[in-house]
């Protein structure tokens, strides 16, 4: 898994705001966000999906991240043009790797993954990385959490590895090829998160 090259990064700044208006009305309709959620989001990009999110639904925490430190930094800057004053005191954005995710155990409420799975392999086509980055959403979010995501590659193979891993297909959502799902983890949390070994905190 690499980062963004240049052209890709290009294009993912260049409509950012109008997919991130497309993807919040989706999570609008579609996603039971349950109050003052513990969110995190994989692959943030410009971080536009961010701040819509933090504005309309006031979470508790909402943690933005990507695995290209150079887009963290652009959704940051753009954040700070957004909220000149400083940034709301739910968000954050982090570097971080989909396939290592440097947080503890049932740490979220709500994971989010805009068209962003099919980057947890070395190319858009390389669906080897995903089992990985789906464990890690998986062990990162708690029981009874839901995970949000929308894919136009390797779909078949992420609900299938959802479906077999103690997950409850809730909602799908079909529109060309792009695929938005809305899944949730089975079990009640009973037990205190466990820590990662040498991951920092929230």
């Not at 409509?15 to 995190?40: F, G, K, L, N, T």
Request: net charge positive.
């Amino acid at each position: 898994m690499t980062e963004m090259n240049r052209v890709a990064r290009f294009f993912v700044n260049l409509s950012a705001a109008r997919r991130a208006a497309r993807a919040y009305e989706w999570i609008r309709r579609d996603v039971p966000m349950p109050p003052a959620a513990r969110c995190v989001e994989i692959g943030c990009g410009h971080g536009d999906l961010a701040a819509r999110i933090v504005e309309g639904f006031r979470p508790a925490r909402y943690v933005a991240t990507d695995l290209d430190s150079r887009q963290i930094e652009t959704a940051r800057r753009a954040a700070g043009q957004r909220y000149p004053s400083g940034l709301p005191p739910a968000l954050m954005f982090r570097t971080a790797d989909m396939r290592h995710l440097p947080f503890d155990d049932a740490s979220f409420d709500v994971v989010l993954a805009v068209a962003a799975l099919h980057h947890a392999g070395e190319s858009h086509h390389d669906p080897t990385g995903i089992p990985e980055a789906l464990s890690e959403i998986g062990r990162v979010l708690r029981p009874g959490g839901l995970v949000a995501y929308q894919e136009f590659l390797h779909k078949e193979l992420i609900r299938t590895w959802f479906a077999g891993h103690g997950f409850s297909i809730e909602r799908i959502r079909s529109r060309r090829r792009l695929e938005s799902v809305v899944a949730s983890k089975s079990g009640v949390s009973s037990v205190p998160a466990r820590s990662r070994e040498g991951s920092p905190g929230l």
